[in-house]
């Protein structure tokens, strides 16, 4: 029984690294997202489109704190973790997931509305 208990525990520390793994990848992958926007942003853009252009630096920032917040709890509380706390990291990942795809669909929109496709 004991041999059981170790086997699910290292298959939830196996996840808990992978997990945070992948929310150090979202970190940078967000903020390089964000830091380009800013760049365009800076560089000028036309006040029909300037919203879009905020709101999706406003949704990769929120996607960044997110996973930072994400990558903190795992890290401190890895000596403790239990199958219970699996919904909080549940939720934590899909909000991460949920701040990107508003990010992204902000920022596609921008390109559209500056592309004038459906103008």
């Known amino acids: 029984m004991e041999d059981r208990n170790d086997n699910s525990k290292e298959t939830l520390l196996k996840a808990i690294s992978s997990l945070s793994d992948w929310s150090k990848w979202m970190i940078s992958l967000n903020f390089a997202a964000a830091t380009g926007c800013v760049l365009v942003l800076r560089g000028g853009v036309a006040e029909p489109v300037r919203p879009m252009l905020l709101f999706a630096i406003i949704f990769f920032s929120l996607s960044v704190l997110c996973s930072s917040l ?48 459906f103008s």
């Not at 994400?70 to 990291?89: K, N």
């Not at 701040?99 to 920022?107: E, N, Y």
């Open 70 to 117: 994400f990558v903190f709890l795992l890290s401190i509380q890895v000596e403790t973790i239990s199958e219970t706390d699996e919904v909080e990291y549940k939720l934590l990942g899909k909000v991460q997931l949920i701040l990107f795809g508003a990010g992204l669909l902000c920022l596609l929109a921008w390109v559209v509305k500056l592309s004038g496709v």
